[in-house]
C-alpha cells in the first residue's frame, strides 16, 4: 500500500464516510420501499450502488433477512461476494422475478 500523506488520508477517509453514508441512505429507502429492487439494479452506472454486495440489497428489503437472501442466491445460482455490477442479465432478471411473485 502506498504511503498516503496526512492530507490525502483525510480525503480518504471523508471519500469512504460519504460512500457509507450514500448506501446506508439507500438500505434504508428499500427497507421503508421508497426504491424497488429493480430501481437499485438499474442503478449500476452509480459507482457506490456498484459496489454493494447483492446480499447486503437483499437484506435490506422488506421480509428479507440473512438467511433468506443465502437461500435465494445460492438457488440462482449468485456468488455470495457478487456485487451489483457484476450481475449478469439473467441473474438479474432472475432476482426480479423471484420478487414480482409477491
Do not use: H
Not at 46 to 64: F, N, T, W, Y
Amino acid at each position: 500500500l502506498p504511503t498516503l500523506t496526512e492530507e490525502q488520508r483525510r480525503d480518504a477517509l471523508a471519500k469512504a464516510a460519504e460512500a457509507r453514508k450514500k448506501r446506508a441512505a439507500l438500505k434504508e429507502r428499500l427497507k421503508a420501499g421508497d426504491t424497488s429492487l429493480r430501481d437499485v439494479l438499474n442503478m449500476r452506472d452509480d459507482d457506490i450502488v456498484a459496489k454493494m454486495k447483492v446480499s447486503a440489497v437483499l437484506e435490506a428489503l422488506p421480509g428479507v433477512g440473512k438467511v433468506r437472501a443465502r437461500k435465494l442466491m445460492e438457488r440462482l445460482d449468485i456468488s455470495a461476494s457478487r456485487r451489483v455490477r457484476g450481475l449478469g442479465a439473467k441473474q438479474k432478471e432472475a432476482l426480479l422475478g423471484e420478487f414480482a411473485k409477491k
